[in-house]
T-cell receptor, first 113, second 113 residues
Framework: SQTIHQWPATLVQPVGSPLSLECTVEGTSNPNLYWYRQAAGRGLQLLFYSVGIGQISSEVPQNLSASRPQDRQFILSSKKLLLSDSGFYLC????????????FGQGTRLTVV | GDSVTQMEGPVTLSEEAFLTINCTYTATGYPSLFWYVQYPGEGLQLLLKATKADDKGSNKGFEATYRKETTSFHLEKGSVQVSDSAVYFCALPPGQAGTALIFGKGTTLSVSS
C-alpha cells in the first residue's frame, strides 16, 4: 500500500533562517506531488505541484521554493524565513490530477519567531 | 472555472444530533466528488467519495449523495459524536485543465457532550 511521510512534525525557526521540509511517498511510482499551506483557522492554499522529477509549478509567488530531486521526494525550502511563513504545511500525492483523490501527510507546524 | 462552495461554519452540535454540511459545485462534466476530514493538528484524510451521479459515498457513519440535478454533495450523519469534531472539506478534481484538487473553504464542526 502507499504511504506518505512528512517531517518534521513541528518546527520553530527564527526570522531570517533557512527552511527545509521533506516529504516522501512509498508504494507508487511517478506520483503527482503537492505542497499546501494552511494558515490558522483558514482553508488550504496550494503552493507548488509537481508532475515529475525536476518539474515544479508555483501557484503563488512567495518566499518559498520547491524541488523534486527524486521521483517520490518533494522538498519545500526557503533561504530566509519571514514571520508570515508561519503555518501548517501539508504535502500530498495523487496518481494523476484528472479525476482522482489526493492523499495527505500529517503536516508540519511551522512557527517563525 | 470549476469551484466548490461549502457552508460557512462553525457548526456546533450536541452529541447524537443530526449533521448536514452543504456542498455545491460548479464543474464541466461529471467529476468525482470527495469529502475530507481534518482532525486537530493532523493532515487531511479522505472520508468518502462518489465517482458518478447518484452514487452514495459512505464511511464511519457519514454519507453523501452525488446529485447532478442540484450539483450538490451534502455530507450527513445521523448521530454525531464528540470524536467527530473536526474540519470538513468538500473537494473536486480539476480535470484536464487544472493542477490539483479544488477545495471548499472548510467547515468546522464542534460536538459537545
Amino acid at each position: 500500500s502507499q504511504t506518505i511521510h512528512q517531517w518534521p512534525a513541528t518546527l520553530v525557526q527564527p526570522v531570517g533562517s533557512p527552511l527545509s521540509l521533506e516529504c516522501t511517498v512509498e508504494g507508487t511510482s511517478n506520483p503527482n506531488l503537492y505542497w499546501y499551506r494552511q494558515a490558522a483557522g483558514r482553508g488550504l492554499q496550494l503552493l507548488f505541484y509537481s508532475v515529475g522529477i525536476g518539474q515544479i509549478s508555483s501557484e503563488v509567488p512567495q518566499n518559498l521554493s520547491a524541488s523534486r530531486p527524486q521521483d517520490r521526494q518533494f522538498i519545500l525550502s526557503s533561504k530566509k524565513l519571514l514571520l508570515s511563513d508561519s503555518g501548517f504545511y501539508l504535502c500530498a500525492w495523487s496518481i494523476d490530477s484528472l479525476n482522482t483523490e489526493a492523499f495527505f501527510g500529517q503536516g508540519t507546524r511551522l512557527t517563525v519567531v | 472555472g470549476d469551484s466548490v462552495t461549502q457552508m460557512e461554519g462553525p457548526v456546533t452540535l450536541s452529541e447524537e444530533a443530526f449533521l448536514t454540511i452543504n456542498c455545491t459545485y460548479t464543474a464541466t462534466g461529471y467529476p468525482s466528488l470527495f469529502w475530507y476530514v481534518q482532525y486537530p493538528g493532523e493532515g487531511l484524510q479522505l472520508l468518502l467519495k462518489a465517482t458518478k451521479a447518484d452514487d452514495k459515498g459512505s464511511n464511519k457513519g457519514f454519507e453523501a449523495t452525488y446529485r447532478k440535478e442540484t450539483t450538490s454533495f451534502h455530507l450527513e450523519k445521523g448521530s454525531v459524536q464528540v470524536s467527530d469534531s473536526a474540519v470538513y472539506f468538500c473537494a473536486l478534481p480539476p480535470g484536464q485543465a487544472g493542477t490539483a484538487l479544488i477545495f471548499g473553504k472548510g467547515t468546522t464542526l464542534s460536538v459537545s457532550s
